[in-house]
């Protein structure tokens, strides 16, 4: 299978694009109008069926609803990334058959369901040699089933302190993960990780003080540096870009782990609710600069990971497409679809 590095800069696919919808927009310009409001088609590559229990199939059909609605040309769905005190409700399997009965519009990502518990259940310090291959075994079915990504695990994942939403907390550079990042390295397949940036021990933020969470957080930067560092041809997407609860996944630390790690992507989340602090888009809708300039330096290394939970609506696919909406026609078409083509290999798997 083709390395995931063998490909041409990002910004040199997809040229013709970029010119097209740059002309739209400058004649909408001329004539008073703004572009079309669900102009640009989205590659979503961040939603999920449910939370719980559910009909998949059901899930689905409000997905494909909403994808029309706003432009969304497919959608990789996953599961969330599942405690070790639980198995997924819907996972490889499942995914598999939705995207098989959706060609083209519904893909999906798997291992939260089956390996994200094998990581939390097992202290580093304890895994062996046959817990690793009992894992890469895991992960072999993951691609034999015809998943585009490995996800969503949670390397640091705080709880909403409703119901049964667990926190959880694993080192990036778990052996379990270096693992995978090799499997991800000789299939070409990404995987998506979901950690709250800490980049120094601190107190949990006191907004998140409840349920289970833990009073005090360890740094973990550098230990995702050593994931991003184990293999460098493994692609990592750090999901949620713009939508943190410590406030400390700023611009700042984003350009310098980009800078720093070649493989290293991240996933734009945007949600009404919670904090806002580092969200792209300032209360107006417009973009923050800090945000613009970020994404013209690294271009080809953003896509939209909405995270979605389509029993609940879409109130976060109607944000991400307003984020798209407000983007230079320049950087468009890379952030909502051309980055994630490439990175996922969608054209290659999804036919």
Known sequence: MRSANSY????????????LWAAAWAQAAEVGEAPVANGVPIIDTHAHLYQGRGNPNLAASQALRAMEDQNVEMTILLPPPIP????????ARELASIARSNPGRLAFDAGGESLNPMIQAEDAKDVSRAGIERFEREAAGIVEEGAVGFGEFAAEHFSSGRGK????????????????????????????????????????????????????????I????????????ANIVWAHAGWDLTGERTTELMRSLLQRHPNLYMSIKL????????????????????????????????V???????DEGADRLQRVRQFVNALPPDIAPLVANANARRIYHLGERTR
């Open 222 to 233: 550098a230990a995702l540096e050593r994931l991003l560092e184990h293999n460098a041809k």
């Open 84 to 91: 070790a005190s639980s198995r997924g409700h819907y996972g």
């Open 304 to 310: 939209i990971g909405s995270d979605q939970f389509y």
């Open 271 to 302: 949600d009404a609710r919670g904090p806002q602090r580092t969200s792209p888009l300032a209360r107006d809708g417009s973009l923050r600069p800090e945000w613009v300039a970020l994404l013209r330096a690294f271009p080809d290394r953003f």
């Open 165 to 220: 939403h667990p926190y959880e907390s694993a080192a990036p550079d778990h052996p379990y993960l270096l693992a995978l990042a090799d499997v991800a390295a000789r299939t070409g397949m990404p995987i998506d990780l979901h950690m709250e940036a800490v980049p120094r021990d601190m107190p949990m933020p006191e907004r998140m003080r409840r349920g289970p969470n833990p009073s005090q957080l360890r740094e973990n």
């Open 8 to 19: 041409q800069p990002a910004h040199k696919l997809p040229a013709l694009l970029i010119v």
